[in-house]
């Protein structure tokens, strides 16, 4: 087993266990595709979003053949360089990023679906997606109404021009269109 930890923005102790790489928060191509080349497993240290561009570049370099962990305190990462390894969803978006924790719209009007089901049509306090085995699981937040949880491969939404964020992460303009779906390949998780 090939591993090592990408410090996201963030000082770590090496402890030896693993190589330890410091980059930036968020990094990019130009911070990690040369470090994936002789790894089977990496650990994120960082939040959501310093996952989700990790595995933005897994995906970019064609390596979703390495596991991959995530971790937020100094205290897991002995723990996340031994753990063993599944298959789960990875989730996309419709301007080629990724999903790896929770997106959400809100507040937001328009129609949406999960899949041919019709989630929404009119007004939402927000809806949030997070991944799940299915694919995504869709929970819609409206006035006056209990929430509802719907779980398929995809999410699509037209609206009103709103603003989509992604593992914590405000997408640069607000959206009409968004859609987020499952890949046809898995992830392999720590």
Same mark, same amino acid.
């Given at each position: 087993?090939? !591993?090592?930890?990408?410090?996201?923005?963030?000082?770590?102790?090496?402890?030896?266990?693993?190589?330890?790489?410091?980059?930036?928060?968020?990094?990019?191509? %130009?911070?990690?595709?040369?470090?994936?080349? @002789?790894? @089977?497993?990496?650990?994120?240290?960082?939040?959501?979003?310093?996952?989700?561009?990790?595995?933005?570049? #897994?995906?970019?370099?064609?390596? #979703?053949?390495?596991?991959?962990?995530?971790?937020?305190?100094?205290?897991?990462? !002995?723990? !996340? #360089?031994?753990?063993?390894?599944?298959?789960?969803?990875?989730?996309?978006? !419709?301007?080629?990023?990724?999903?790896?924790?929770?997106?959400?719209?809100?507040?937001?009007?328009?129609?949406?679906?999960? @899949?041919?089901?019709?989630?929404?049509?009119?007004?939402?306090?927000?809806?949030?997606?997070?991944?799940?085995?299915?694919?995504?699981?869709?929970?819609?937040?409206?006035?006056?109404?209990?929430?509802?949880?719907?779980?398929?491969?995809?999410?699509?939404?037209?609206?009103?021009?709103?603003?989509?964020?992604? %593992?914590?992460?405000?997408?640069?303009?607000?959206?009409?269109?968004?859609?987020?779906?499952?890949?046809?390949?898995?992830?392999?998780?720590?």
């Amino acid at each position: 087993m090939r !591993a090592m930890v990408l410090a996201c923005g963030r000082a770590v102790r090496d402890e030896g266990n693993a190589p330890v790489h410091t980059v930036p928060a968020r990094p990019g191509k %130009d911070d990690v595709d040369e470090l994936l080349t @002789d790894v @089977d497993r990496v650990v994120v240290f960082g939040d959501d979003a310093d996952l989700a561009a990790v595995v933005l570049r #897994l995906l970019r370099t064609e390596r #979703l053949d390495i596991a991959v962990g995530h971790v937020t305190a100094e205290s897991a990462l !002995a723990k !996340a #360089l031994t753990g063993p390894v599944r298959a789960v969803p990875l989730v996309r978006d !419709a301007v080629g990023g990724v999903l790896v924790g929770l997106g959400s719209i809100a507040p937001v009007r328009g129609m949406a679906y999960c @899949d041919d089901t019709r989630v929404l049509n009119g007004d939402a306090k927000a809806i949030r997606v997070t991944p799940c085995p299915e694919g995504v699981e869709v929970t819609v937040a409206r006035r006056l109404h209990r929430p509802t949880t719907v779980r398929g491969r995809a999410f699509e939404i037209g609206c009103d021009p709103a603003t989509v964020i992604s %593992d914590g992460v405000p997408h640069e303009r607000e959206m009409k269109r968004w859609h987020w779906y499952r890949h046809t390949e898995d992830l392999l998780r720590i």
